[in-house]
Nanobody
């Protein structure tokens, strides 16, 4: 069955960096565009970034442009999100997601001093 397993979250001070990973299995990963979405405490789900199936195209929500970088390794069936210059507003549970909204269990990112 389809599985998406996120990792790499944690606590970091403002200005710090984290790299999230998402291991995919149970489907042909290289055939799907993939996204990162997040949910902050008490808020709804927010789209963060999307990468095309061949990594030829990426897009980002305005609040993370220039700070976050999405990438993928189709040989390893893995999606990444490099997050730099983190801010307290980036605190959320981060999920990787397929276009049909299937997503993993999420990984917590907490940015605070």
């Amino acid at each position: 069955q389809v599985q998406l397993v996120e990792s790499g979250g944690g606590w970091v001070q403002p200005g710090g960096s984290l790299r999230l990973s998402c291991a995919a299995s149970g489907f042909t990963f290289r055939s799907f565009s993939m996204s990162w979405v997040r949910q902050a405490p008490g808020k709804g789900l927010e789209w963060v970034s999307t990468i095309s199936s061949d990594a030829g195209g990426t897009s980002y929500t305005d609040s993370v442009k220039g700070r976050f970088t999405i990438s993928r390794d189709n040989a390893k069936n893995t999606l990444y999100l490099q997050m730099n210059s983190l801010k307290p507003d980036d605190t959320a549970v981060y999920y990787c997601a397929r276009p049909d909204a299937i997503r993993g269990q999420g990984t917590q990112v907490t940015v605070s001093s």
